[in-house]
């Protein structure tokens, strides 16, 4: 009888202690950038007029319907939300935020304000929606879901704050618009200088624990790769077929930004800044995409009009005529400026593994690890979890 009772009893604790707590961790996300963590705001903000991003074939992996996200399910900010235990993060023009979180993220959005562009005389298409405005929004919400300051505080230093990725948008505007190089790396201090002026003055505000992404591999963008098409092979990186000059263009981005986080942990030392190593991250994939079930090649979107890397500059994903890939699954990228959600959850997989410094699964150890196992488990093994 105590024999075979004593197992049950482990496995009854067991079963209440895994019905995903919330978070141990966090009790709330705040996330602010671009396209890449944007749950609805950019779709929103368009009101009425349609676009592409609000058409299908987005969503349709995992939401059943386009929500706004650049992709065909989830991204980062949601498996990061799910593996804390906590729920999605709604989009802040969708008015449904609460002290549980709120997604400031607005796609096509810059680090810089959109007077800084005009002033270098560039078409400004996208909407007004800087990192500055994305902190305004967020002090107008701080009063309405907190009754006192004290709660306010005390949120701030539980929540944690996802600041990026943004600064991407800054330079593709421009590179797409003909910029030279050059010309658009003189102004990656001022794109790091506004991203560092936001954790700052989110630190001001009492957060404790910010999550800062580095910028992405721009030179394995099917846009980018479209555009910057080059007949030398020397311009590609054997390993993987992206484009040199732009990925030396994130690691200089990142490695300023480094430098610059490095100053604000000596500054503040209470708070906790972690550096999510999204190049490095995504590079891993690139170099070795079928270990993570990416059996099309790496560099072709999904969805797109034609062309080497299937994207086409005038027929885009969302559009009546462009069709999605049969299997999502089996690639990267998704519309050729975006990752499929099987990218995004190998990128996760990838950050939560070893690409967050100091690691955030050492900083939160209740990550949970099944969840994680359930999306990768032979990567998640591989790093060394069980
Ligand atoms: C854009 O946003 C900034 C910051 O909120 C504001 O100062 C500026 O007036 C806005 N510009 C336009 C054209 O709406
Ligand atoms: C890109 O789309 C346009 C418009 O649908 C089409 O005419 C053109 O052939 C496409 N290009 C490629 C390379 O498929």
């Known amino acids: ?32 950038g671009d396209s890449i ?40 900010v949601d498996f990061l939300a799910q593996a804390l235990g906590l ?22 959005c810059t680090a810089l304000d959109n007077d800084f562009f005009r002033s270098l005389g560039l078409e400004i298409s996208w909407r007004n929606y800087s ?37 991407g948008n800054d330079y593709c505007h421009s590179l797409l618009q003909g910029r030279a190089v050059e010309e658009v790396k003189a102004f990656v201090p001022d794109v790091i200088s506004a ?19 580095g910028g992405v591999t721009f030179g394995c963008l099917p846009i980018l790769l479209d555009h910057f098409r080059s007949k030398d092979a020397g311009d590609y990186e054997p390993e993987t077929g992206c484009l040199k000059f732009l990925n030396r263009f994130s690691e200089h981005h990142n490695e300023l930004l480094l430098r610059e986080l490095n100053q604000i942990r000596q500054a503040n030392p209470d708070a906790t800044i972690i550096y999510a190593d999204y190049y490095n991250a995504m590079v891993a994939i690139y170099r070795n995409p079928r270990r993570y079930g990416f059996s099309r090649s790496p560099l072709v979107a999904c969805c797109g009009g034609g062309g080497q890397y299937n994207f086409n500059a005038s027929a885009l994903c969302g559009d009546e005529a462009v069709t999605a890939c049969r299997d999502p ?24 593994g070893r690409w967050t410094e100091p690691s955030l699964a ?25």
């Not at 105590?2 to 996330?31: D, E, M, Q, Y």
């Not at 300051?149 to 600041?163: G, I, K, P, Q, T």
């Not at 560092?196 to 992404?213: F, H």
């Not at 699954?329 to 939560?352: N, P």
Request: net charge negative; hydrophobic share 45%.
């Open 37 to 76: 963590s944007d749950t609805g705001n950019y779709l929103i903000s368009c009101g009425a007029t349609p676009d592409p991003v609000g058409q299908s074939p987005y969503g349709q992996t995992f939401f059943h319907r386009p929500t706004g996200r650049c992709s065909d399910g989830r991204l980062i």
């Open 329 to 352: 699954a089996e690639h990267i990228s998704w519309d050729g400026m975006h990752f499929t959600e099987a990218g995004y959850r190998a990128v996760t997989s990838e950050l939560l």
């Open 195 to 213: 991203i560092s002026s936001a954790i700052t003055e989110l630190i001001r505000l009492g957060a404790r624990t910010l999550v800062v992404p």
């Open 131 to 167: 990192l500055g405005v994305q902190m305004e929004w967020f002090q107008q919400l701080l009063p309405s879901i907190f009754s006192s300051s004290s709660e306010c505080r005390n949120l701030m230093a539980d929540s944690l704050f996802l600041v990026g990725e943004i600064g």
């Open 87 to 108: 729920p999605l993060v709604p989009p802040y023009l969708s008015g449904e935020t609460s002290p549980e979180g709120a997604n400031f993220a607005v796609a096509g």
């Open 1 to 32: 009888m105590a024999a075979t009772l004593l197992p049950l009893l482990l496995f009854l604790a067991a079963a209440a202690a895994n019905p995903a707590p919330a978070s141990a961790c966090f009790s709330s996300i705040f996330s602010f």
């Open 362 to 386: 050492q900083i939160c150890p209740q990550i949970d690890a099944n969840f994680l196992q359930g999306i990768h488990a032979s990567i998640f093994k591989s790093l060394g979890h069980e």
